[in-house]
């Protein structure tokens, strides 16, 4: 990708969540036999909203159609922490997407974080994500160290699903769901790697705020290497960015 992702730059963070719901529907209409890879965060939170209202809006038959053929598969979950449990990413799923949509469960899948040993479920994850051909359609947010998924730098472009230590960076982004305490987010995750990320056929990489302005600037502009995971993102084909005027303030020079 020598001339950088597409860009598609909009006003505020509510236009972007309305694009990026718009292209995941139509993607589901284009390509309803290809898994979606999503992501879960504060940026993907008002996605998820957006994608529920436009589906809420189709007639019901292609609304039921829909519902029968999704196949998704999330990035990452914390290892140790219950499913049910309200801070988990499978909480986060259920609440905004599985129940919106009236999906099956079953059908929203992510790796097992409570399973005896996260390694195994590691490779058994990545495993499965192949048996289904492969993801489609990426979404990603971007980390204030540039990870995606849970990539911490430094993170080859060829790291596969693991089970990864989570950085200082991570754990103080994502204290909010824990109290603003984080020492209390756990320490360790399964993610899927840079190599199945660089897999998917097409990928959003969805960035809002101020706050991501200088890493995007730097995953952007500068050359791809292990300290800035989502920089490896230049050498896929088919990257889509769609970021707010706040997170583009210093990308764009």
């Not at 905004?96 to 399973?115: F, H, S, Y």
């Amino acid at each position: 990708m020598p001339s950088g992702p597409t860009l598609l730059p909009l006003g505020n963070g509510a236009a972007v969540a309305d694009a990026v719901a718009a292209r995941m529907l139509l993607d589901r209409r284009r390509h309803p036999d290809r898994p979606l890879g999503l992501a879960t965060g504060r940026t993907m939170e008002p996605v998820y909203r957006r994608l529920a209202a436009r589906v809420a809006d189709l007639p019901a038959a292609e609304a039921e159609v829909l519902r029968r053929g999704w196949c998704s598969f999330n990035l990452d979950a914390y290892v140790g922490l219950p499913p049910a449990d309200p801070r988990a990413f499978a909480a986060e799923m259920e609440r905004l997407l599985v129940r919106p949509l009236g999906l099956d469960p079953r059908r929203v899948r992510l790796p097992d974080g409570l399973a005896a040993d996260p390694e195994a479920e590691a490779r058994r994850y990545a495993e499965a994500v192949a048996t289904a051909g492969g993801i489609g359609l990426l979404l990603l947010g971007l980390g204030l160290n540039g990870h995606v998924g849970f990539n911490e730098p430094p993170c080859l472009a060829t790291a596969p699903c693991r089970v990864v230590a989570l950085s200082a960076t991570t754990r103080r982004q994502n204290a909010g769901a824990f109290g603003g305490d984080p020492a209390a987010v756990p320490a360790r995750a399964i993610t899927l790697g840079m190599a199945e990320i660089l897999a998917a056929e097409r990928i959003l990489l969805v960035v809002t705020g101020a706050a991501k302005a200088t890493i995007l600037r730097r995953c952007l502009r500068e050359p791809p290497g292990p300290e800035r995971p989502a920089s490896w993102l230049q050498h896929h084909p088919d990257v889509t960015l769609i970021a707010d005027a706040t997170a583009l303030g210093a990308a764009d020079g």
